[in-house]
């Protein structure tokens, strides 16, 4: 098992910058393939990005695809979102979230998550 805990979050101005935080504890994160979901006010919860165990592969959502970069340090036990040129639409309550295996982009695949993380961009 293991607990995953979102930071970073945050209210930034449009064009700005965040860059979230996932910190694993438990098993080591190094043992699955890691997400990233947004869920916006009153919307269903959306892929944003994946990457797989080692790191080699990585996933995006057209919408965020160039904006966004999936990262993660297995070292660390920490995987990372770098958001930039941020839009008023990316504004959501940011999950990460944990998979052994699965279709990366269905949050129905993914074993463990986070609380969520606020970030809100302002026009």
């Known amino acids: 098992q293991v607990q995953l805990v979102e930071s970073g979050g945050g209210l930034v101005q449009a064009g700005g910058s965040l860059r979230l935080s996932c910190a694993a504890s438990?098993?080591?994160?190094?043992?699955?393939?890691m997400g990233w979901f947004r869920q916006p006010p009153g919307k269903e919860r959306e892929f944003v990005s994946a990457i797989t165990w080692s790191g080699g592969n990585t996933y995006y959502a057209d919408s965020v695809k160039g904006r966004f970069t999936i990262s993660r340090d297995n070292a660390k036990n920490t995987v990372y979102l770098q958001m930039n040129s941020l839009k008023p639409e990316d504004t959501a309550v940011y999950y990460c979230?944990?998979?052994?295996?699965?279709?990366?982009?269905?949050?129905?695949?993914?074993?463990?998550w986070g609380q969520g993380t606020q970030v809100t961009v302002s026009s």
């Open positions: 438990g098993r080591p994160c190094s043992s699955y393939h």
């Open positions: 979230a944990a998979m052994t295996s699965g279709f990366y982009s269905d949050y129905h695949e993914y074993d463990y």
